[in-house]
Nanobody
Framework: QVQLVESGGGQVQAGGSLRLSCAVS????????TGWFRQAPGKERDFVAA????????QFADSVKGRFTISRNNAESTVFLQMNSLKPEDTAVYYC??????????????????WGKGTLVTVSS
């Protein structure tokens, strides 16, 4: 069983930055594509970013392109989401996910194999 634990959420003012981390355990980390989704209050869970096994292929939602970056440290079984130039509309619970599917397919997927419990990001104006 794969377990994902997010950390790094919090409250920040608009224009600020946060770095989310997701620690993955329970299976060979390098087998999985990993990424992030988010869910704002009263809205559906939306794709944010994904990164391939070796880190060479990434995919981002249009709403975060140029502001967010995703990376992974396979030696430490951790994936990161660096969020810059944050906006109030980025406020959401951010979920880490892992799956075998390629990053390019995550935009239209919601049934990822494994999920974390989420970390709350609040951006104030």
């Amino acid at each position: 069983q794969v377990q994902l634990v997010e950390s790094g959420g919090g409250q920040v003012q608009a224009g600020g930055s946060l770095r989310l981390s997701c620690a993955v355990s329970g299976h060979t980390f390098t087998r999985y594509v990993t990424g992030w989704f988010r869910q704002a209050p009263g809205k559906e869970r939306d794709f944010v970013a994904a990164i391939s096994y070796g880190g060479s292929h990434t995919q981002f939602a249009d709403s975060v392109k140029g502001r967010f970056t995703i990376s992974r440290n396979n030696a430490e079984s951790t994936v990161f989401l660096q969020m810059n130039s944050l906006k109030p509309e980025d406020t959401a619970v951010y979920y880490c996910a892992a799956d075998f599917r390629e990053p390019g397919t995550w935009q239209d997927s919601r049934d990822m194999m494994y999920w974390g419990k989420g970390t709350l990001v609040t951006v104030s104006s």
